[in-house]
Nanobody
C-alpha cells in the first residue's frame, strides 16, 4: 500500500558529499516521523537521523555537524545531505517513515529498499 524509494547513493571519496532522497507513494493520509538508518557490513542497523513532522531533528553523535536531514511534506519526501564523508560512513542507508494510510488507521512503519553509500579513495 505504501512504497518508499531511495536514491542518491554511490561511491564518493573521503571528504566528499552525497544527497540521499526518499519518496513515499501509495495510500498516504499522513506521515509522522521520517528518518534515515544505516547498516554497515557485519553491524546492526543504527539510526542516523530522524525528523518529526513538527519539531527539531536529532542525529547520532557520529554525524552531527556533517549530515542534515530535511523533509518536504507536500512531496512525501525526506532528504539526507551528507558532507565531509568518512570511510566509516560506508553502509547501506535505509529510509523509514511512520505512515497513516487513512483516518481510523494506526500509524505503521515503512522502509525503503536501501541504497549503498561507499566512501573510499
Amino acid at each position: 500500500q505504501v512504497q518508499l524509494v531511495e536514491s542518491g547513493g554511490g561511491l564518493v571519496q573521503p571528504g566528499g558529499s552525497l544527497r540521499l532522497s526518499c519518496v513515499a507513494s501509495g495510500r498516504i493520509f499522513r506521515i509522522g516521523n521520517m528518518g534515515w538508518y544505516r547498516q554497515a557490513r557485519g553491524k546492526q542497523r543504527e539510526l542516523v537521523a530522524r525528523i518529526p513532522r513538527g519539531g527539531a531533528a536529532n542525529y547520532v553523535d557520529s554525524v552531527k555537524g556533517r549530515f542534515t536531514i530535511s523533509r518536504d511534506n507536500a512531496k512525501n519526501t525526506v532528504y539526507l545531505q551528507m558532507n565531509s564523508l568518512k570511510p566509516e560512513d560506508t553502509a547501506v542507508y535505509f529510509c523509514n517513515m511512520g505512515v497513516v494510510i487513512s483516518t481510523g488507521y494506526s500509524l505503521r512503519d515503512y522502509w525503503g529498499q536501501g541504497t549503498q553509500v561507499t566512501v573510499s579513495s
